[in-house]
């Protein structure tokens, strides 16, 4: 068997400890892959499917094999009461969320925001199953300290997306809908920090950035991207602009 020696590959892409160095390559293979230079050496993802190109149980992930057992548990017993997963899975299950994990933040530095938003929905997918069928109750919490985060990167994601077609109001209707969900998970667990919370910061942040942006008359322009978000059918979205809309209306009465 021979092996490549990959000093001159590593010389070639210097780390540079404070920045994310990510780029693009095209395989052997004529496949597309993702390349994030780490310490001592180079991480390597595929760019659609499970990132460490595995199928596990002959499926996409790991997450997926789990959802289709529950969808044909609950056709059996017509109930998901019943359905529980054991230590061992919920940890291929994390090991699988950390996997995304590096990915979105790979594509989040290459702004493909389209690709971020696909892998922290994954992402979350893989918390809420955890909490909601983990047989041991620490699975169940184990990946939740790290929900504000990913909930944060998918609102900035969405933001961003928006931002690209030229929608500043849905952009901040994202925002605030992230600011929202990351409140709505402390508040769940009975914990006060949402506030102080540095997710919820840099979406503030990002949020004031964002009304920078807007025309004087910013309901206006609230108003048509909501009418425009109807007309296509983009219902979640559109909910998150009339939450901005009430905001609007909301400053808009306070006394100077």
């Known amino acids: 068997m021979s092996y490549i020696d990959l000093q001159q590959t590593l010389q ?18 004529d496949a597309v892959r993702v390349q994030m230079r780490v310490e001592l050496g180079i991480l390597q993802m595929e760019a659609e499917g499970r990132p460490d190109g595995a199928r596990p149980f002959g499926c996409t992930s790991v997450l997926d094999y789990h959802q289709e057992r529950l969808v044909k548990h ?19 299950l994390r090991v699988e969320a950390s996997l995304y994990y590096r990915r979105y933040i790979a594509y989040f530095v290459l702004e493909e925001f389209e690709n971020v938003l696909r892998d922290t929905q994954h992402s979350l997918a893989i918390f809420d199953l955890c909490r909601e069928h983990s047989i041991d109750p620490e699975d169940r919490m184990a990946l939740e300290e790290f929900r504000p985060y990913v909930l944060m990167m998918n609102a900035r994601a969405q933001a961003y997306r928006a931002m690209e077609e030229g929608q500043t109001a849905s952009a901040l209707a994202h925002v605030n809908r992230g600011i929202l969900d990351i409140k709505a998970h402390f508040d769940r667990d009975g914990k006060p920090e949402a506030s102080n919370c540095e997710e919820v910061k840099i979406l503030r942040a990002l949020g004031k950035e964002l009304r920078g942006r807007l025309p004087a008359d910013s309901a206006m322009v609230t108003r048509k991207a909501l009418r425009d978000a109807i007309e296509q059918e983009r ?22």
């Open 12 to 29: 070639d892409w210097p780390y540079e400890p404070d920045k994310i160095s990510v780029r693009k390559i095209l395989g052997t293979d």
């Open 74 to 92: 609950q056709e059996r017993n017509g109930t998901v009461l019943g359905f529980g997963l054991t230590r061992p899975e919920c940890q291929a």
């Open 235 to 256: 219902f979640e979205e559109a909910a998150r602009l009339r939450d901005e809309l009430k905001n609007l209306g909301t400053k808009k009465r306070r006394p100077a």
